[in-house]
């Protein structure tokens, strides 16, 4: 039901873990399952993303989206890692089953997130970038608004 690189990328996550001091960390839960997902990003001055780690209390999925997101977002600059979506996750990875697709917003998101909190310690304004809806800052139960 998995594809060999789903399997791959679940069995061997890549870039597992935090980055210390990290340009921009982003953390989201899952509406559907409940899970969370946390990013860290590191980003030189000329906007490129030179590390990427995430740490997940995903499914497996989760994880192997996650793997696969972070590889594709390395090295890219921050315009070209908005265009990593799910989607094109998913088909790095060969696809997911349907009851799945869900597991892979969680990185599209967590990078969102993590490329916003970056955005906001910078000052700066990243075109095409949405405050994340899922967000969770720590610490704090978020009274949102925009419910
Ligand atoms: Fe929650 Fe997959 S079931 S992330």
Redesign the pocket.
């Known amino acids: 039901m998995y594809s060999e690189k789903v399997m791959d990328h679940f069995q061997h996550p890549r870039n597992v873990g935090e980055i210390e001091n990290a340009s921009g960390v982003g953390t989201v839960g899952?509406a559907?399952?409940?899970?969370i997902?946390r990013m860290y990003l590191d980003i030189d001055e000329n906007g490129v993303i030179k590390e990427a780690k995430f740490k997940?209390f995903?499914?497996?999925?989760?994880v192997a989206t996650s793997s696969m997101a972070t590889e594709l977002v390395k090295g890219k600059t921050i315009q070209e890692a908005l265009e990593v979506t799910n989607k094109a996750v998913m088909e790095a990875l060969d696809g997911l089953p349907p009851v799945?697709v869900?597991?892979s917003l969680?990185a599209e998101e967590a990078i969102h997130a993590a490329l916003w909190d970056y955005a906001q310690k910078n000052g700066i304004e990243i075109e095409g970038l949405k405050k994340p809806k899922s967000d969770i800052h720590e610490g704090e139960e978020e009274e949102s608004e925009e419910y």
């Open positions: 899952n559907k399952c409940g899970d997902m997940t995903g499914c497996g999925a989760a799945k869900h597991c969680l």
